[in-house]
Nanobody, 121 residues
Framework: QVQLVESGGGLVQAGGSLRLSCAAS????????MGWFRQAPGKERDFVAR????????DYLDSVKGRFTISRDNAKNALFLQMNSLKPEDTAVYYC??????????????WGQGTQVTVSS
């Protein structure tokens, strides 16, 4: 079992930045591919970014490319999402997740409880 706890969300003006963190416990995350997802009110949960076990490979939702950066620190058992140039449409609850599947797989096994990000215009 892996427990994931997100932090770093908050209220920010458009154009601002936030850095989300996800602290893992229970197992070391170096055995998992990791991802960030978000869910806006009334919408389905969407993929935002993912990172491979080693951190070498990353992928992003097209609308956040060039603005968001996913990273991980396996020694600290932590995952991060640096979000710059935030837009009101980035407003959502952000979740981190861990996957024991292949990097290109769609299955995530563990989820955090989420952290709210609100971007005002």
């Amino acid at each position: 079992q892996v427990q994931l706890v997100e932090s770093g969300g908050g209220l920010v003006q458009a154009g601002g930045s936030l850095r989300l963190s996800c602290a893992a416990s229970g197992r070391t995350i170096n055995r998992y591919n990791m991802g960030w997802f978000r869910q806006a009110p009334g919408k389905e949960r969407d993929f935002v970014a993912r990172i491979s076990r080693s951190g070498v490979s990353t992928d992003y939702l097209d609308s956040v490319k060039g603005r968001f950066t996913i990273s991980r620190d396996n020694a600290k058992n932590a995952l991060f999402l640096q979000m710059n140039s935030l837009k009101p449409e980035d407003t959502a609850v952000y979740y981190c997740a861990a996957s024991a599947s292949d990097y290109t797989g769609l299955s995530y096994d563990y989820w955090g409880q989420g952290t709210q990000v609100t971007v005002s215009s």
